[in-house]
Nanobody, 130 residues
Framework: QVQLVESGGGLVQPGGSLRLSCGASGFTLDRYHVGWFRQVPGKEREGMSCVSATDGSTYYRDSVKGRFTITRDNANNAVHLQMNNLRPEDTAVYYC???????????????????????WGQGTQVTVSS
C-alpha cells in the first residue's frame, strides 16, 4: 500500500521540542521532494519546510527558520522535522507531502496553497501550551 504516515506529534510546553517523522511505504521516499505543512482550523494549509530530492537542499518559511530542521533518513525511508523553541502559534495539525515535480520545494515555502500534490499523509497534531 502506497502511503505516508506522520508520527511524533503531541503536547509540549512553549520553548520545548518535538521531532516529527514522515514514513513512507510502497514507494521510495528519496526519489521525491518532501515537504512539511501545517494547518489550523479555518486557515489554509501552509508549507513550512521542504527537502529536495535533487540535491538535498532544504527550504524553510521565515516563521520557522532557525527553529525547525528537516532531514532525510533514507535507511528508514523517512523524513524528519526537528522542531525546537516551539511557540503557541506553532499549534496545528502537521502534514507531510511528497511530490516528484521540480520546483515543489520553492512553492512549498513561498505560497499559501499548494495544488496537485501527489501524496499526503493523514496528519499529526502538535499542541504548544503551558
Amino acid at each position: 500500500q502506497v502511503q505516508l504516515v506522520e508520527s511524533g506529534g503531541g503536547l509540549v510546553q512553549p520553548g520545548g521540542s518535538l521531532r516529527l517523522s514522515c514514513g513512507a511505504s510502497g514507494f521510495t521516499l528519496d526519489r521525491y521532494h518532501v515537504g512539511w505543512f501545517r494547518q489550523v482550523p479555518g486557515k489554509e494549509r501552509e508549507g513550512m519546510s521542504c527537502v529536495s530530492a535533487t540535491d538535498g537542499s532544504t527550504y524553510y518559511r521565515d516563521s520557522v527558520k532557525g527553529r525547525f530542521t528537516i532531514t532525510r533518513d533514507n535507511a528508514n525511508n523517512a523524513v524528519h522535522l526537528q522542531m525546537n523553541n516551539l511557540r503557541p502559534e506553532d499549534t496545528a495539525v502537521y502534514y507531510c507531502a511528497a511530490d516528484p515535480n521540480g520546483g515543489f520545494c520553492e512553492v512549498v515555502v513561498t505560497t499559501i496553497t499548494v495544488e496537485g500534490v501527489e501524496k499526503w499523509g493523514q496528519g499529526t497534531q502538535v499542541t504548544v501550551s503551558s
